[in-house]
């Protein structure tokens, strides 16, 4: 059984960092894309980064570049979000996802590309 574990979310002032971790078990990932998104309050679903288990290629959301880092550490099953120069713009519920690899890796910034879900961690940016 796949589970996917999202911890490191809090309450933390605007310009402060957080690192959130993706705990991944229940199957070898070694093929799949790892991405993490988010969702605010009345808001959709939507992408912020995601990694390449096996090659660790990364893309992320303009709205996140140059602030977001995405790393994963496969000794350890774990993906991990490292967030800096966080606002009040980013709080929102954090998600872990894992999704077979296959196709265009832009593709993997839509929802639909991924199977596996996490229940997702809560991020509070104060202003």
């Known amino acids: 059984q796949v589970r996917l574990v999202e911890s490191g979310g809090g309450l933390v002032q605007a310009g402060g960092s957080l690192r959130l971790s993706c705990a991944a078990s229940?199957?070898?990932?070694?093929?799949?894309?790892m991405g993490w998104f988010r969702q605010a309050p009345g808001k959709e679903r939507e992408f912020v980064s995601l990694?390449?288990?096996?090659?660790?290629?990364?893309y992320h959301a303009d709205s996140v570049k140059g602030r977001f880092t995405i790393s994963r550490d496969a000794a350890k099953n774990t993906v991990y979000l490292q967030m800096n120069s966080l606002t009040p713009e980013d709080t929102a519920v954090y998600y872990c996802?894992?999704?077979?690899?296959?196709?265009?890796?832009?593709?993997?910034?839509?929802?639909?590309?991924?199977?596996?879900w996490g229940q997702g961690t809560q991020v509070t940016v104060s202003s």
């Open positions: 996802a894992a999704g077979e690899g296959s196709g265009s890796l832009i593709d993997y910034s839509h929802r639909n590309k991924y199977y596996y």
């Open positions: 229940g199957r070898s990932f070694g093929k799949y894309v």
């Open positions: 990694i390449t288990w096996s090659g660790g290629t990364t």
